[in-house]
């Protein structure tokens, strides 16, 4: 699959099933902001056997994302 660069990549991901901006001042690395990213019922990043991920820029979350690997899940949720 094609590499995500923006957020508009993120969410027109077919495994993406959506995306919050949250105010957070320091909660990483004293961003005021922080990001989350939702995937679809069903799937999950392998690594971290979870379906979400949480950063402090746009550009960090792509970063993560592009080196996760998404698979189904297995453990009946």
């Known amino acids: ?5 923006t957020k508009k990549d993120l969410l027109s991901h077919p495994l993406v099933d959506g ?3 949250e105010y957070q001042p320091g ?11 939702y995937l679809k019922g069903g799937y999950w990043f392998k690594e971290l056997q ?5 950063e402090p820029t746009i550009a960090r979350l792509c970063d ?14």
């Open 1 to 5: 699959m094609k590499k995500v660069r």
């Open 19 to 21: 995306f919050d901006r």
């Open 27 to 37: 909660a990483i690395d004293d961003y005021e902001y922080t990001y989350w990213l």
């Open 50 to 54: 979870q379906g979400l991920l949480h």
């Open 64 to 77: 993560e994302f592009n080196s996760m690997t998404i698979t189904e899940r297995t453990d009946g949720f």
